[in-house]
């Protein structure tokens, strides 16, 4: 089965978009159906054809949900007049003075207010037989004209009105708060034909094509710098502020943005291949992954309408029994009509996972989905890798300890340089770093590596080894990763580590503030285990660890908690894909990175851990906030209306009027981290 995406428009509500999505699920040709009200998206999986599947799902939504449509091409168009409101308005003020047949302007007011409601409320009854939020409204904004509340009933009509054009900025807003996190895309790049440049779309650039990459422009895909030197804003892959400069045969990726001279790269890769289109691709599928409280929130949804539904007829049957005019107990219980609706209870829970999401992104952290959010805020333990997670994974000399007196530290620089310099290993590039002077290698004769040992050469008459502790004939001075031996005699310790990043002591430090206990895991023997474990207060640290041995570790420690594994993305893919949250570090547009892990950190910045962690917390506080605060009114005007204590402009603030707020404050998530 192939998966489809495309646009669905015309959803009034996050409640129709699970009524719609449950609906096309149930048919045999289409599967793993998701309809995202964040974002307007439905994706879908069908054996049909591409037009034959869309016309199947309009098919089955039209019976369901009239007018809400899916659709190849994004169109942009507002559901809601204000126009209507200030007609209906200006003839209810009219027909509220009092002169000759002045209920004639009231009676045109109410068609004018409940045009669209009415015309969606029938659609839906004659097509699905069901009742929907529109019906309600009417319902109640009639029945109030009838008992003689016309006024309240015009009100219930136009807040209703207004509530919906407010909604519909609130989440327009929203999304495009969101989608400005994600304008990484370039739609067109400058392609170098000759002397000449043609600009064209990205999607036709090819592996190979040379492009130009003017000022102030994006990088439209992945390549190296063939000419020119310039610096990139990077902020919006890495979140990092500080402008990064780069030069020839320096690495780019999609999604820079060029703050200098104009550069020329090659191309590495197609556009559908590149950092931006992996990024976007995961980005807008996040919040198809749904955390357990979006899942218990879309079942609260359902059964909510027809419990309050259920309540409002017995509030007419029931009242009266206790000496209730019957005319009061209509009004009362098309009060409850009008609470109804679980809008705002349904659209709060996915909306603020979303928000989050897009917050991390602009941030450098990529979230494949709000259940990997969601689980952020529950860990209780984390895992690191050592190699290229903790430390910076590019080895230099930190000492160099000369035992014969033969030999001066200089000199000792020298023959390593020598050896070192026909090596291609990342040990032998830290040894090269250690001088800029030229090597003659014409003087090397017999030169072997040594699979896990080391090298040898003769150098003029004396044999060199370098390497692990074996090539010391047993009388090695230091347990170290290196030593040079002349003759069979051992002459110099050369201490190597691969250096610990600047902020991994200040990101754990902060992981334990939060109550998270971290732990090491390193195929490092135990000395470099414990100091680098000393050194960053981890008190849980594994050495001589294999893959296997990591992935067995983590099921012993996670012991059902929520416990996440830090790697960089590719040695360690095994034991990350096991992990409750799999996080890859320093792995900067790698594949590898992206495909393995939940969370990628899109660079070195372990600092990004505890930020995302925050960035979680902060969103369920959101969430609850919106719950607790949807819920409560809604259960307060129920209670009041029940007791005749509260009138319809209460129940239609409890529907459209929460609604609102809840993704006003829903908004607080972008706010609050922005800055950062």
Request: aromatic residues 8%.
């Amino acid at each position: 089965m192939k998966t489809y995406k495309y646009k669905i428009i015309n959803l009034d509500c996050a409640a129709c978009a699970l009524k719609v999505e449950d609906k096309l699920n149930e048919n045999p040709n289409l599967e793993s159906v998701i309809i995202n009200y964040a974002t307007s998206k439905i994706s879908y999986q069908t054996n049909l054809s591409d037009d034959d599947a869309i016309k199947l799902i309009n098919t089955i939504i039209d019976k369901v949900e009239p007018g809400v449509k899916v659709i190849k091409e994004e169109v942009v168009k507002a559901e809601y007049s204000i126009i209507y409101l200030i007609s209906a308005l200006v003839l209810t003020l009219i027909g509220s003075f009092k002169f000759p047949f002045h209920e004639i302007f009231i009676y045109l007011a109410y068609p004018i207010i409940l045009y669209k409601p009415f015309l969606k409320a029938i659609k839906m009854l004659i097509k699905s037989h069901t009742i929907n939020e529109n019906l309600l409204i009417c319902i109640s904004a009639v029945g109030a004209l009838l008992i003689g509340a016309y006024f309240e009933g015009m009100m219930v009509a136009s807040l209703y009105l207004l509530g919906k054009i407010l909604e519909e900025k609130a989440v327009n807003k929203t999304r495009n708060s969101v989608q400005e996190l994600l304008t990484l895309k370039q739609n067109y790049a400058n392609l170098k034909v000759q002397e000449n440049l043609v600009q064209i779309q990205v999607e036709e650039v090819k592996v190979g094509d040379i492009l130009c990459i003017k000022k102030g422009e994006k990088v439209p895909v992945d390549g190296v710098i063939v000419t020119g030197k310039t610096k990139f804003d990077t902020s919006s892959l890495t979140g990092e502020s500080e402008l990064l400069e780069l030069s020839l045969k320096d690495k780019v990726l999609s999604g820079y943005i060029n703050e200098g001279e104009l550069v020329e790269i090659k191309v590495l890769k197609v556009y559908k291949d590149s950092t931006v289109a992996k990024i976007l691709e995961l980005v807008e599928n996040a919040s198809d992954k749904k955390a357990d409280v979006e899942t218990l929130v879309s079942k609260l949804s359902k059964v909510y309408t027809p419990i309050i539904l259920i309540l409002a007829i017995l509030v007419v049957l029931v009242l009266p029994l206790f000496g209730v005019e019957f005319k009061e107990s209509l009004y009362r219980a098309l009060t409850f009509l009008v609470i109804s609706c679980p809008c705002a209870i349904a659209i709060s829970v996915p909306l603020s996972y979303f928000t989050g999401i897009g917050t991390s992104s602009r941030n450098g952290i990529l979230v494949k989905g709000s259940n990997y959010l969601d689980n952020l805020s529950k860990m209780k333990k984390i895992i690191f890798d050592k190699t290229g997670t903790l430390t910076t994974g590019e080895f230099q000399v930190t000492d160099i300890k000369v035992h014969d007196k033969n030999y001066t530290k200089d000199r000792v620089i020298e023959i390593l340089r020598c050896g070192e310099s026909l090596s291609d290993h990342p040990i032998a590039k830290s040894i090269m770093k250690l001088s800029e002077r030229e090597v003659n290698t014409k003087k090397i004769k017999d030169y072997k590596e040594i699979s896990g040992v080391g090298i040898s050469f003769k150098l003029g008459s004396d044999l060199i080894k370098i390497g692990t502790k074996k090539v010391c004939n047993d009388d090695c001075y230091y347990d170290v990763s290196l030593h040079l031996n002349i003759n069979s005699k051992h002459v110099a310790s050369i201490f190597i580590d691969d250096g610990i990043k600047d902020e991994a002591s200040v990101a754990i430090n902060e992981l334990k503030n939060a109550g998270i206990e971290p732990y090491l895991f390193t195929g490092d023997k135990e000395e470099v285990a414990r100091e680098i474990a000393n050194t960053l207060g981890i008190t849980k640290f594994y050495y001589s660890m294999l893959p296997q041995d990591k992935y067995l570790k983590y099921e012993e420690i996670e012991n059902n908690e929520v416990v996440a594994f830090v790697g960089d993305g590719i040695n360690d893919a095994p034991v990350i894909k096991r992990a409750k949250i799999g996080i890859s570090m320093g792995s900067l547009g790698s594949d590898a990175a992206i495909t393995s892990s939940d969370i990628v950190i899109m660079n070195d910045d372990l600092l990004k851990i505890p930020l995302a962690i925050r960035i979680s917390k902060y969103t369920n506080l959101i969430i609850k906030e919106n719950l607790i605060f949807a819920l409560g009114i809604k259960i307060i005007i129920l209670i009041l209306s029940l007791f005749g204590l509260s009138s319809m402009w209460f129940a239609v603030f409890s529907d459209t009027g929460v609604t609102v707020l809840t993704i006003l404050n829903t908004l607080r998530i972008l706010l609050k981290f922005r800055k950062n």
